[in-house]
C-alpha cells in the first residue's frame, strides 16, 4: 500500500470508479445536447434558454457540471503526482504539489459556479 | 555494420556519451544482437552488459535496441536494426551501473512488494496442494515471466512513479498469485493493492505487450486485478 503525502487520503479504486461513471454521465450530457442541436431547426438564444430552463435539465447539467469537476480534479491530480516529483523539484516538491492541487481546485470550484450560476438564473435571464 | 553503443564508466569523471563503432559480422547469417555484443566485446573488452543462458531463459540480456527493449540474445540483428545501424542503450527507467549494465534494484522492490510467494494459512497436506487442470489452467501467461524488466522499463507510469508503480512485471506476478486457488491471501493482496498508485497508475499504454520478449499481457492481469477490486469494493 503506496501512502503518499499528496494523495489526500483517497482510494485508488474510489478515483477509478469516479472518473468512470463521471465519464458516462458527460457522455449521456454530450448526446443529448447534440440531439437538441440536431433536431432544432431555429437555433436560436431563445430555443436554447426554452430548452435549458426545465428543472430536469438544470438538474442534468448540474450533474454533468459535478461529474466535470470530479473528472478534471482526479485527472489533473494524476498528472500533478507524475510530474511533481522529488526527481525533479527536490525536497520542496510536496509544497509545489500542494500550491498545484490548491490552484487546481479553486479553478475547479470557479468552473463549478460559473455555469451553475448561470443555469439556476435561466428563468430570471429569460425575463 | 554500423553500431552505436551507450558507454559510461562510473570510475571516470566523464558523462555517458554514444560511442559509434564499425564491425564487419559474418555474412550469411543473421547473428542476435547478444552475438553483436560479444564481437564488440572481443575488440574492447571494457564494454560492460549482463548475460547468461543465451537462449532468452534468464533474462539477464535485456538491453534497449534501437528504441525498442527486449533481450539480446534471441533479437536477430535484421530486426533489431532493419535500416542497417544498430544503436544499443542500456535499459530506460533505470539507473546506470555501467554501460549496458542497469540498477535492478526498485525493479526488485517493486516485485518484493506483491509478496511474490504462495501465502496459504491451512495446514500443509501430506505431499502437495492439488489443484483442478482448470484451476492450473489460470496460471498459463502468468508464470512465465522470467523478470527481465523489458516491460516495466518500458512503461512511462514507472518512468514517471518507479518508487510507487508496482510496475506491469510485478502486476503480472501479483495477478499470478491472485489467480492461483492454492492462494488464501487473496483479500490481503487486493488490501495492498487498493492505493491509488500501485496498480491504477497503469493507463493501458501497452509496452509492456508490445516488447515482452515471452509474448505475455500483463495489460490483461492488471485489468483482471482491477475487476477483482472492483468485485471486492461492491
Known sequence: MVINVGSLGRSGLRDFVLQRVSAVVLGLYGLCITGFFATTPAMDHGALVGFMDSVTMKVFTTLAVVSLAMHAWVGMWTVGTDYIRRHYFGRGHTVYLAVYQLVCLGTIFVYVLWPLSVVWRLGGLAA | ?234
Open chain 2, 1 to 234: 555494420m554500423q553500431i552505436s553503443v551507450y558507454r559510461f564508466d562510473p570510475d571516470k569523471d566523464e558523462p555517458p556519451r554514444m560511442e559509434d563503432v564499425e564491425l564487419d559480422l559474418p555474412e550469411g547469417r543473421d547473428l542476435m544482437v547478444l552475438d553483436v555484443l560479444e564481437l564488440l566485446k572481443a575488440q574492447d573488452p571494457s564494454i560492460a552488459y549482463r548475460r547468461s543462458c543465451r537462449e532468452g531463459v534468464c533474462g539477464s540480456d535485456g538491453i534497449n535496441m534501437n528504441g525498442r527493449n527486449g533481450l539480446a540474445c534471441i533479437t536477430p540483428v535484421s530486426e533489431a536494426a532493419p535500416r542497417g545501424k544498430l544503436t544499443l542503450r542500456p535499459l530506460p527507467g533505470l539507473p546506470v551501473v555501467r554501460d549496458l549494465v542497469v540498477d535492478m534494484s526498485q525493479f526488485y522492490r517493486q516485485y518484493e512488494k506483491i509478496t511474490p510467494w504462495l501465502v496459504n494459512d491451512t495446514p500443509p497436506p501430506a505431499q502437495e496442494r492439488l489443484q483442478m487442470p482448470e484451476e492450473r489452467e489460470k496460471l498459463n501467461g502468468l508464470y512465465e515471466c522470467i523478470l527481465c524488466a523489458c516491460c516495466s522499463t518500458a512503461c512511462p507510469s514507472f518512468w514517471w512513479n518507479p518508487d510507487k508503480f508496482v510496475g506491469p512485471a510485478g502486476l503480472l506476478q501479483a495477478y499470478r498469485f491472485l489467480a492461483d486457488s492454492r492462494d488464501t491471501a487473496t483479500a490481503e493482496r487486493l488490501a495492498a493493492l487498493e492505493d491509488p498508485f500501485s496498480v491504477f497508475r497503469c493507463r493501458g499504454i501497452m509496452n509492456c505487450v508490445s516488447v515482452c520478449p515471452k509474448g505475455l499481457n500483463p495489460t490483461r492481469a492488471i485489468g483482471k486485478i482491477r475487476t477483482m477490486l472492483l468485485s471486492q469494493g461492491i
